[in-house]
């Protein structure tokens, strides 16, 4: 187990898959740490780690997979559960590699075509009439006014660098000022970021890090994707990640979407 890892499965979870070999998978600082559990090398699953009650939470997480889990690419949730003030998710290893592998990013053009695919086959696919999960701009801004109220949002330090200038109350004020009057719905994915998604054979296999999944318009995750594209393979991908989609672009709803991403979680 890594001493750098800011945190560690409880005991009672790492005797439970003491047989796996546990491989640090990915960490981000104050969210969550992922670990994956190979036997002889090969990634049997996943564990996910938060700390209870952290925003999306776990249990959340596990809900909208098993949804997700007849129309789209998804883990399968094999064992949750609650120890030591730590959330805890396990899911099956799905096909492919993640989009920042540099295999695929050596061809940052062909990735960009290979995510636009798969994100409207995500809306495509998914049934945004029987999804149970909403995150319209109504319950959007109520989430975001609640996390206020409860000195939940980051400091502006933690914004990403266009907002880095606001405050967490000016920035729920712009929120407000700037919301679009109409939503073109579908089921959104939440965080559509290239570590996300899989990708086996030029196209996208696997969906992953659910949490915010729910019906929205498609620009949020238009506007997210387009954004990590910029951070992961540089500027200059997002007209082509668009037009591959088939969207025109809205820089009125990209920035109410991206500020709405640095405030919901």
Known sequence: ???????????????????LD???????????????????????????????????????????????????PVPTVVHQGTGDSIDWLVTTALPGRDATNPDLTKDPAELTRILARG?????????????????????????????????????PGDFHEEFAHLTPTAAVKLLESIQPESEDLVVCHGDYCLPNILIEEGRATGFVDLGELGVADRWWDLAVATWSLTWNLGPGFEELFLAEYGATLDSDRVRFYRLLYDLAS
């Open 22 to 72: 546990w491989k640090l998978a990915y960490q981000y600082a104050g969210h969550s740490v992922v670990y994956r559990l190979e036997r002889g090398g090969v990634p049997e699953s996943f564990v996910k780690l938060a700390h209870t009650g952290h925003f999306p939470t776990l249990d959340g997480e596990a809900e909208r997979m098993r949804w997700a889990q007849s129309c789209l």
């Open 119 to 155: 994100l409207r086959m995500f809306h495509d696919t998914a049934p945004a009439r029987t999804c149970p999960f909403d995150f319209r701009i109504r319950p959007a801004i109520r989430h975001v006014r609640a996390r206020l109220r409860s000195g939940r949002i980051d400091p």
């Open 1 to 19: 187990m890594d001493d750098r890892v800011w945190l560690k499965p409880p005991p009672m979870l790492r005797a439970t898959y003491a047989d």
